[in-house]
């Protein structure tokens, strides 16, 4: 199982882009980086996921590096609300059926007014 | 995005007891479910995989006479924490895979549900 590496924690100012890295050197070929955070005492929410092109939702963007050993969550303009641990995870695969998610010990993003 | 409600979200029992855990996809259908535990300041572990209609599969040195699974429908599992004590105190959390092509692969979480044995 490819295995990801972020940094503990990270502040980032209040409406200013916050750019969360992820490591994931061991990533197969086949398999999706995802990213979902968790506010305090709640579940994981979903954010984005990729192969190896970069994409982009309501929420964030995902970059991802052309050699797909690393890739970078932007959140462009953060708020208080975003304060969260973000895991970055690569998945597993079941089958055709997606798989586990195995989770790390994420980065805690503070936003700071 | 799809919604997984978890039930319940709180629950106190006595040493000894047994608690059940629901864990239901609201619109759509989830052929496979998760469960995972949470220690405080900790991060997620994943105790099994549920498939609706058969077995779950089982992490290593997760109990499963403990922590009884069932996935008897495409929008219903059930965790069961059997005979609890207090070290089984924890944060248990399920969540749903959804087969809706525009959102396959992607795993919804439930609320969560905080566990406290006395």
């Known amino acids: 199982d490819a295995k990801t590496t972020q940094p503990p924690s990270m502040d980032c100012a209040e409406g200013r882009a916050a750019n969360l890295p992820c490591n994931h050197s061991t990533i197969s070929g086949n398999e999706y980086v995802y990213w979902y955070r968790q506010i305090h005492s709640q579940g994981p929410q979903y954010i984005i996921h990729g192969l190896k092109n970069n994409e982009t939702n309501e929420m964030a963007s995902l970059i991802i590096t052309e050699d797909r050993k690393s890739s970078t969550l932007i959140l462009p303009h953060a708020t208080l609300r975003d304060t969260a641990v973000y895991y970055c995870i690569v998945r597993v695969s079941l089958y055709n059926q997606g798989g586990k998610l195995i989770f790390g010990q994420g980065t805690e993003l503070s936003v700071k007014p | 995005g799809a919604v997984v409600s978890q039930h319940p979200s709180w629950v106190i029992c006595k040493s000894g007891t047994s608690v059940k855990i629901e864990c239901r996809s609201l619109?759509?259908?989830?052929?496979?479910m998760f469960w995972y535990r949470q220690f405080p300041k900790q991060s997620l572990m994943l105790m099994a995989t549920?498939?609706?209609?058969?077995?779950?599969?089982?992490e290593q040195g997760v109990e499963k006479d403990k922590f009884l699974i069932n996935h008897a429908s495409l929008t219903l599992s059930t965790l069961t924490v059997t005979s609890a004590h207090p070290e089984d105190s924890s944060f248990y959390i399920c969540s749903a895979e959804t087969t809706l092509r525009r959102s396959k692969n992607i795993q919804y979480f439930g609320a969560g549900t905080r566990l406290s044995v006395l």
């Open positions: 549920s498939n609706e209609g058969s077995k779950a599969t089982y």
């Open positions: 619109d759509f259908q989830a052929t496979t």
